[in-house]
């Protein structure tokens, strides 16, 4: 079953009189099947941004549409907006820019309870909030009792954790994980992608992966988009998009991912 | 092999308020003329630190070079006076950091910030500096260098302006280059060919190069050996062909496996 569909979003920015215009998303058709894994990969400047703009609806499309579960986001009153947008959460790159460090993790992560749901609002304190935070909290690896810690005692990672927990507060279907381990080391980015996947098996959830990170995506997605210049150049399970690529753009990109094994990198470059 | 940098058991703490950080301990590594040497390790390996001390650039206080040694052709650049260390950085030894945008001046024309280096570091006339800054570009791969050396950095595209940093480095001909995570912040393809420039360089000017990273792919690339750090300590040293598919250390084992990679082994 679709869960998200685009069809023929575009998006331009600028363009005066005698100018013209940024096309930072030229015509992108897509469909996300609710419980799949989407790849989005692209180089800075391909639109990859401004799409996941245009699918949270942070962004107005110059032309098309975004339909979620079948409703067509762009003629909904805000109060139908806001009940959509309880279904799509979103975790960006950076844990340290994405949370305020004056909150504690207790407020952090009830955040989007407090702001969205009808049984807690304007009741931050309300009995059964704590509970509730602290079993988002165990249930992306971290204790309870964290919850009254504030984000500088936290590790990239564990922030990152934080993130999570915020973004699964609303039990959403569809995540967007927006460059999610990019600003990790890695041992700590494989201890992330496993927490995301074993969520996504025990929840049902749909995720849109951004990254420029290949090797990343080649371990979560099940379809990949490989986007440059605002469009999609190839769209695929991903098995056939690394194995057999249909694009010379594909090719060059899964040709300068740097292999960890010396033998593969210098038959590379001989041959 | 002609070593030309040697690092002896080096050890580097930083003496804050809250107590002392022991960043680097008894780290030695050596790198020849020609050679590549990649110091790989995670956030708080030391990795940083390992490669400021070579130019002594590690903010003190609070840094203390607290043991052993840091010979450039067998001097020992932790005992050198600030005079002769003005001396080293620059013309012996030079840098290029992850974020080139930081580190070129936004109000003055790329052209002119090359020529600087030339002016400041070996008292070259305002005349001989203009005239090397066009072949330095040039060489650091950069089209239509008159062009692009009447410009400014933000003018220029983010590998475009990692060539300038490493045109800026290797114009007064460095024996050392230090480079600290210089593709982290680029698209991957770009990343591939600045790696492939900067060895490239290296070998051509039989310079030793230190390569700073994260990233296991990137040391497969381009190194000929590899020091694994993980908490200030060398866990591993070794060819990059032996240490990357015969790995000896836990930690680089676990490095590894956690390495993610487009084909499976």
Redesign the interface.
């Given at each position: 079953m679709t869960l998200l569909e685009l069809r023929g979003l575009r998006k331009e920015y600028g363009g005066r009189i005698g100018q013209a215009a940024t096309v930072a998303v030229d015509g992108v058709s897509l469909a996300v099947a609710e419980g799949e894994t989407l790849a989005l990969v692209g180089?800075?400047g391909s639109g990859k941004t401004t799409l996941v703009r245009l699918l949270l609806r942070l962004t107005e499309p110059t032309a098309g549409q975004v339909l979620f579960d079948g409703g067509d986001l762009a003629g909904l009153t805000p109060a139908r907006l806001r009940a959509v947008r309880r279904e799509m959460q979103v975790v960006l790159q950076d844990p340290y820019s994405s949370m305020n460090p004056r909150m504690r993790v207790t407020d952090i992560v009830a955040e989007p309870l407090v702001t969205h749901d009808p049984a807690v609002r304007g009741r931050a304190r309300r009995p059964g909030l704590r509970e509730r935070v602290g079993g988002l909290l165990e249930a992306v690896g971290l204790p309870a009792a964290v919850q009254d810690r504030y984000p500088h005692e936290f590790s990239?990672g564990q922030r990152q954790r934080i993130s999570i927990a915020r973004a699964l507060a609303l039990e959403p279907r569809l995540l967007v994980l927006d460059e999610p381990t990019s600003a990790l080391?890695?041992?700590v980015?494989?201890q992330v992608?496993d927490l995301l996947a074993e969520l996504q098996r025990r929840r049902g959830l749909t995720y849109v992966f951004v990254s420029?990170?290949?090797?990343?995506v080649?371990?979560v997605a099940d379809r990949v988009a490989v986007m440059r210049h605002g469009r999609i150049v190839e769209i695929g399970p991903a098995a056939q998009v690394?194995d057999a690529p249909g694009h010379a753009y594909t090719r060059?990109?899964?040709?300068?991912?740097?292999?960890?094994?010396?033998?593969?990198?210098r038959r590379r470059k001989a041959g | 092999m002609n070593t030309i940098l040697e690092i002896n058991d080096l050890s580097v703490e930083f003496r804050l308020g809250t107590g002392t950080v022991r960043a680097v301990e008894n780290v030695s590594m050596h790198v020849a003329a020609g050679e590549t040497l990649a110091v790989v390790g995670e956030s708080g390996s030391g990795k940083t630190a390992t490669a400021l001390s070579v130019l002594r650039l590690n903010p003190a206080p609070p840094c203390v070079y607290s043991g052993g040694e840091v010979l450039l052709d067998g001097r020992d650049v932790l005992t050198l006076s600030e005079k002769e260390l003005r001396a080293v950085r620059g013309n012996d030894v030079a840098m290029i950091f992850q974020d080139p945008m930081t580190s070129l001046n936004p109000l003055v024309k790329v052209g002119a910030q090359l020529a600087e280096v030339l002016r400041v570091h070996q008292g070259a006339s305002r005349a001989q500096a203009r005239a090397a800054v066009v072949p330095a570009l040039s060489e650091a791969g950069i089209p239509d260098p008159e062009h692009r050396a009447g410009q400014y950095p933000h003018q220029l595209s983010g590998g475009l302006r990692q060539r300038v940093m490493i045109a800026m480095a290797l114009i007064g001909r460095p024996r050392v280059l230090i480079a600290d995570e210089p593709t982290t912040a680029l698209d991957v393809t770009v990343q591939a060919q600045i790696l492939d420039l900067i060895a490239e360089l290296g070998r051509r000017h039989g310079m030793a190069v230190l390569l700073i990273t994260h990233d296991l792919g990137v040391v497969a690339e381009v190194a000929d050996r590899v020091v694994v750090l993980n908490q200030g300590r060398a866990v591993e040293t070794g060819d990059v062909m032996d240490v990357l598919t015969d790995p000896a250390d836990d930690y680089t084992r676990a490095l590894l496996r956690a390495t993610p990679r487009l084909e499976l082994p």
């Open positions: 180089e800075s990239g080391d890695v041992s980015q494989a992608l420029h990170n290949l090797a990343v080649r371990a690394f060059a990109l899964l040709d300068a991912v740097p292999d960890p094994d010396p033998r593969r990198a | -």
